[in-house]
């Protein structure tokens, strides 16, 4: 399995128990050559949630994960 793949499973993993929410995710990639912002679908829209949060923190560094309330 690739490194991308092995991600994209552990962020289903991460946000499948909350989905069906009211909060689109999107996810930002960055690497030395290119950037890119893609809005996952309705059907991954989340409840926010402490635990929710605090498991993307663990995974992906705190610094890494934004909460942007609109």
Excluded: F, H, Q
Aim: net charge negative; charged share 25%.
């Amino acid at each position: 399995m690739t490194a991308a793949a092995t991600a994209a499973k552990k962020l289903r993993e991460l946000l499948g128990p909350y989905r069906n929410g009211p909060c689109p995710v999107s996810v930002r990639y960055r690497n030395g050559e290119a950037i890119a912002e893609l809005r996952l679908g309705d059907e991954w829209c989340v409840t926010p949630d402490d635990d929710l949060i605090s498991s993307l923190n663990d995974w992906l560094k705190p610094e890494n994960v934004e909460i942007v309330y609109a």
